[in-house]
C-alpha cells in the first residue's frame, strides 16, 4: 500500500504559489460545472422527472453518472456521456487501424494530441444524437411538451454546446496537471449528490428499518476497504538484470521486479458499459423521432428490455467484465514489454527472453484480469443487490459510485504528492 502523507501535501500545495494558483483554477472550474449542472432547460416539470430517475434503474445510475444533471434537467444534460462514447469509438477503432494504435502509443504527445483531437469531432455528432433521442424518449414518456420543432432545435443545441462545454472544462482542468479534468467532473457530480442522498436517508428512517440502515453502512464500509485494496494491490513479477561489462565497469547483476496492477483499467470499464448502455437507447429514440412506427414500436420495445432489473444488472455485468479485458488489452502491450526486457538485459527467472517472456504476461494478465473485471462487474452491480438486501431505494448510490469516488480520490492525491515532491526537489 502507498502510503500518502495527506496534510504534509496538502500544506505544501498551499505553500507554492503557482499549485495554489492552479488548485484555485481548478476549484473555479469546478464551480462553474455546479452553476451549469444546475441551470434548466425551459418548459419542463422537474418534479415528475425526479420521478421518472427513481422509477427507471438506468437512467437514475446515469444521472449518477453525470452528476446530477438529469434530475436538474440541465443544459449538460448529457455530461460528458457523448465525450466518453466517442473516447470508446476511437479505441475499438485502434484494434481496427494500426495507423491509429501507433499514433497514439508510438507518436507521444503529439500523436496523443491528434488522437484526443479526433475523438472531439466525434462527440459533436454523437452529442447531436443522443441529445434528440433522450427529447423523444421524455416527450414520449409525456414528460415535455414541445409546440414546434424550433423548440426541440433550440433544446438539442443547447443540450449539445452543455456537453462541449463541460469537455472544455475537463480539459482546462488537466492542463493543471494536479487532477484528471473527466474523472474530476464526474467526481465533483457524484459528491454533489451526497447532501440529497443523506436528506432522504433521514426522511425515509423508522425504528423498524434501523437493521435495513445498518447492513447498508456496514456494506459501504466493506466494499470501500475492498476497493481500496484492490485499487492498491499488485501481482510483483520477479526480475533479474544479467551482468554487462562496458569499459572498466560492470553494470547489471541485480535482482527487482515489475508491479502489475490488480485492478488496471480503473474505473474506465464502468464508465464505459454505462455510456454503451445509454447509446442504443438514445440511438432507437432517435430513430423513433422520423415517426415511423416501426421505429416508435422498436424503440419502446428495446426501453422496455432494459427495464428489467435482471437483464440490465446482466448485461451491465457482462460489458464491465468485457471492458476490463478490452481496455486492458490495448493498454498493455506483452510482445512490446518483452522486447523491452530483452533489449535492457532483463528476464525473468525460468523464462527463457522474447516470446516465452510476452507469452508468460499475456497469462498472468489475463489471469488477472478474471479475478478484477468479476470485481469490478460485482462492484458496478451492487447498487442493486443491495436495494434487493436492505429495501431501501436511496441505497442505489452504491458500488459505482464509491469505486469512483475513491478510485478518483487516490489518483488526484497521487499526482498532488507528485508535484510537490518534484516542487521541493527543485527548491533545494
Do not use: C, H
Not at 414528460?143 to 480539459?171: A, Y
Not at 507469452?359 to 469490478?376: A, P, W
Amino acid at each position: 500500500m502507498i502510503k500518502i502523507d495527506f496534510f504534509k501535501n496538502i500544506f505544501g500545495l498551499f505553500k507554492d504559489k503557482d499549485l495554489k494558483r492552479r488548485v484555485l483554477l481548478i476549484l473555479l472550474f469546478l464551480f462553474i460545472f455546479r452553476i451549469a449542472a444546475n441551470i434548466p432547460l425551459p418548459g419542463v416539470d422537474l418534479e415528475r422527472i425526479r420521478n421518472l430517475l427513481q422509477a427507471n434503474q438506468f437512467l437514475g445510475l446515469l444521472n449518477i453518472f453525470v452528476g446530477n444533471t438529469l434530475a436538474n434537467f440541465s443544459i449538460a444534460l448529457l455530461g460528458l456521456g457523448p465525450y466518453i462514447t466517442a473516447v470508446i469509438v476511437m479505441q475499438l477503432l485502434t484494434l481496427i487501424y494500426p495507423r491509429l494504435k501507433e499514433m497514439y502509443y508510438e507518436e507521444g504527445e503529439a500523436g496523443r494530441a491528434k488522437f484526443n483531437q479526433y475523438a472531439r469531432l466525434i462527440t459533436l455528432p454523437l452529442a447531436l444524437i443522443q441529445s434528440l433521442g433522450f427529447l423523444k424518449f421524455l416527450e414520449s414518456q409525456n414528460l415535455i411538451i414541445f409546440s414546434s420543432p424550433f423548440e426541440i432545435f433550440r433544446d438539442v443545441i443547447l443540450i449539445t454546446t452543455g456537453t462541449i462545454f463541460l469537455m472544455w472544462l475537463g480539459e482546462l482542468i488537466t492542463e493543471q496537471k494536479i487532477a484528471n479534468g473527466i474523472s474530476l467532473l464526474i467526481f465533483s457530480g457524484i459528491v454533489a449528490q451526497g447532501p440529497q442522498v443523506f436528506q432522504q436517508a433521514i426522511i425515509n428512517f423508522s425504528i423498524d428499518k434501523l437493521n435495513n440502515y445498518i447492513i447498508l453502512i456496514l456494506i459501504s464500509l466493506l466494499i470501500t476497504a475492498a476497493i481500496v485494496y484492490i485499487n492498491e494491490a499488485e501481482r510483483r513479477i520477479p526480475l533479474n538484470f544479467s551482468k554487462r561489462v562496458r569499459g572498466t565497469k560492470l553494470y547489471g547483476g541485480v535482482s527487482s521486479y515489475l508491479p502489475i496492477k490488480i485492478n488496471q483499467a480503473g474505473v474506465i470499464p464502468i464508465i464505459f458499459a454505462i455510456s454503451v448502455l445509454l447509446f442504443p437507447q438514445t440511438f432507437f429514440q432517435f430513430l423513433a423521432a422520423t415517426g415511423i412506427t416501426f421505429f416508435s414500436n422498436l424503440a419502446q420495445d428495446v426501453n422496455n428490455f432494459f427495464q428489467n432489473q435482471f437483464i440490465f444488472s446482466l448485461f451491465y455485468f457482462i460489458l464491465v467484465f468485457g471492458f476490463t479485458y478490452f481496455y486492458t488489452s490495448v493498454t498493455f502491450e506483452p510482445n512490446e514489454l518483452a522486447l523491452n526486457f530483452q533489449r535492457s538485459g532483463a528476464f525473468i527467472p525460468g523464462i527463457r527472453p522474447g516470446k516465452e517472456t510476452a507469452e508468460y504476461f499475456k497469462k498472468i494478465v489475463n489471469r488477472i484480469n478474471l479475478f478484477g473485471g468479476t470485481f469490478l462487474g460485482l462492484v458496478a452491480i451492487l447498487p442493486y443487490i443491495t436495494q434487493i438486501i436492505t429495501g431501501l431505494s436511496f441505497a442505489g448510490l452504491g458500488g459505482t459510485s464509491i469505486l469512483i469516488l475513491v478510485s478518483v480520490a487516490i489518483e488526484t492525491l497521487k499526482k498532488i504528492e507528485s508535484e510537490v515532491s518534484s516542487r521541493q526537489y527543485y527548491n533545494i
